[in-house]
Nanobody, 126 residues
């Protein structure tokens, strides 16, 4: 059974950094791509970044490229989202998800992701 638990959210000032963690357990070959998504109030959920856990290949959305980085610690079964130079528009609930298709395109398809965590809130004030 796949379980995803996010942590690391909080309230910060614009320009600050945060690192989100996604503790993953039970990943299989059918769910070895882990992605980060975010959803702001009144907006659609947006794919932010993903990592193919067997090879560490990563995909990062153009909207956050250069500021956000996704990585993993295999020993801790944890995927991280490092967020630098945060802006007010980064304010959202951030979710991690697991699925079997890792590509830039899969970040735009909610239906490609089989398992979801409960989310962690990030609030950036300007």
């Amino acid at each position: 059974q796949v379980q995803l638990v996010e942590s690391g959210g909080g309230s910060v000032q614009a320009g600050a950094a945060l690192r989100l963690s996604c503790a993953a357990s039970g990943l299989t070959t059918g769910s070895n791509c882990v992605g980060w998504f975010r959803q702001a109030p009144g907006k659609e959920r947006e794919g932010v970044a993903s990592i193919y856990t067997p090879t560490s290949n990563t995909y990062v959305a153009a909207s956050v490229k250069g500021r956000f980085t996704i990585s993993q610690d295999n020993a801790k079964n944890t995927v991280y989202l490092q967020m630098n130079s945060l802006k007010a528009e980064d304010t959202a609930m951030y979710y991690c998800a697991a699925g079997s298709y890792c590509s830039a395109y899969s970040l735009s398809r909610d239906d490609y992701w089989r398992h979801w965590g409960q989310g962690t809130q990030v609030t950036v004030s300007s």
